[in-house]
């Protein structure tokens, strides 16, 4: 019975092996042929190694600083953030994203959360990132530091039911922080995320000029400030195609927030921007 299985075995395998090498494409190389393609569990594991360097990264980071602007810029990475949905209009923005083979980083608000909890799995599921936007968009700032504990908690509880992440990155509303912010979100071992860049597609700018905005104004490193909600976003959804490709045309790739601290971090704590204490 072996014997007769090691006979039927052999030439199967030789039979598989020449159509292999014959529907290979012209480009793919005899490793591509001979070894399979990895199969979900690989991916999963390959995915989960490479976020867990990411968390890495951020931790790095933290020990010199509690916040981000921009990547050191000796990459020639990019990132896109969309604050304040999910809404409406994130479904079309993730399927750009994933059209064009990029990922974003989407920045929640927590009271968005319960409508959109399959929205909030679907943009981790396709490999964007997430992070906290507070509850309900207030200046934190001008909040007590119970206040500003409170939205941040809160946000991470709707997040944690919705089967979303456990968010490693904070943005606050209005870029409005203050000592208790960052002292609160040191103690979650958080970083607080801005951006260099700002596209304005919140002040009822036409789709060519948020395009303008934020291709002319990144530079490598650049984190990019967009909006996924919080209001018509139409025109940032029509303005995304051509970011993207004019992004590209400059060679510059959109990367998320985490995958941009890790591979071009900043080596120096910058100094705080304006926005301390409530503007
Ligand atoms: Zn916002």
Redesign the pocket.
């Known amino acids: 019975m072996r014997r007769r299985a090691i006979l039927i075995a052999v030439p199967v395998a030789v039979v598989a092996l020449i159509i292999g090498a014959i529907s290979g494409s012209p480009d793919s190389n005899q490793a591509a042929v001979t070894k399979a393609k990895p199969t979900a569990a690989e991916l999963q594991e390959i995915e989960a190694k490479q976020l867990a360097r990411e968390d890495r990264g951020i931790d790095r980071l933290l020990d010199f600083t509690t916040f981000v602007a921009a990547g050191q810029g000796k990459k020639r990475q990019v990132a896109l953030t969309f604050?304040?949905g999910p809404s409406v209009f994130t479904p079309e923005i993730l399927r750009i994203l994933k059209q064009t083979g990029t990922h974003g980083t989407f920045?929640v608000?927590g009271s968005m959360i319960p409508d959109q909890e399959r929205m909030i799995q679907k943009i981790m599921r396709e490999g964007n990132a997430i992070g906290n936007?507070t509850v309900d968009?207030p200046r934190m700032g001008e909040l007590s530091a119970g206040d500003q504990l409170l939205q941040l908690n809160e946000q991470a509880a709707l997040m944690d039911g919705a089967g979303g992440p456990v968010e490693r990155l904070f943005r606050p509303?209005y870029r409005s922080f203050n000592g208790s912010t960052l002292e609160l979100l040191a103690e979650r071992d958080m970083l607080m995320v801005l951006w260099d860049v700002d596209t304005g597609d919140y002040e009822g700018l036409s789709s060519d000029e948020i395009a303008r905005n934020a291709v002319d104004d990144a530079k490598p490193g650049s984190i990019i400030l967009m909006?996924d909600g919080?209001g018509d976003r139409t025109n940032t959804v029509a303005a995304l195609p051509e970011i993207i490709k004019g992004l590209k045309r400059r060679k510059l790739e959109p990367v998320t927030v985490p995958r941009l601290v890790l591979d071009d971090p900043p080596t120096d704590a910058a100094p705080l921007p304006e926005g301390l204490s409530g503007n």
């Open positions: 604050d304040d920045f608000v936007h968009h509303p909006h919080g």
